[in-house]
Nanobody
Framework: QVQLVESGGGLVQAGGSLGLSCAASGRRFRIYGMHWYRQAPEKQRELVATLNTSGSTNYADSVKGRFTISRNNAKTTWYLQMNNLKPEDTAVYYC???????????????WGQGTQVTVSS
């Protein structure tokens, strides 16, 4: 079964930068869509950034120009570089993968454990 492990996050002052990473592991799998979501207290989870298998990216309007999603060449780890952070970026950040796994039909939706990002003003 594909598993995702997130790292990074923490506390930073407004205007600062943080990086997140998400590493996928499993027996036989391939990651197609790579995503970052976030959920602030008492708010719905929102899609922050997407990196498709073709290499195309999409960002939420609120983070365009500040956040960058990227991946390693093996397409097993992806990253979220967050610059010029604002207090409203404070949330738990989750990575999510659209993954093909050996023995399963279709693509599976796999989630990381979440990591806290706190931006102080």
């Amino acid at each position: 079964q594909v598993q995702l492990v997130e790292s990074g996050g923490g506390l930073v002052q407004a205007g600062g930068s943080l990086g997140l990473s998400c590493a996928a592991s499993g027996r036989r799998f391939r990651i197609y869509g790579m995503h970052w979501y976030r959920q602030a207290p008492e708010k719905q989870r929102e899609l922050v950034a997407t990196l498709n298998t073709s290499g195309s990216t999409n960002y939420a309007d609120s983070v365009k120009g500040r956040f960058t999603i990227s991946r390693n060449n093996a397409k097993t780890t992806w990253y979220l570089q967050m610059n010029n952070l604002k207090p409203e970026d404070t949330a738990v950040y989750y990575c999510e993968a659209d993954a093909w796994e050996s023995g399963l039909s279709g693509l599976q939706e796999v989630w990381g454990q979440g990591t806290q990002v706190t931006v102080s003003s």
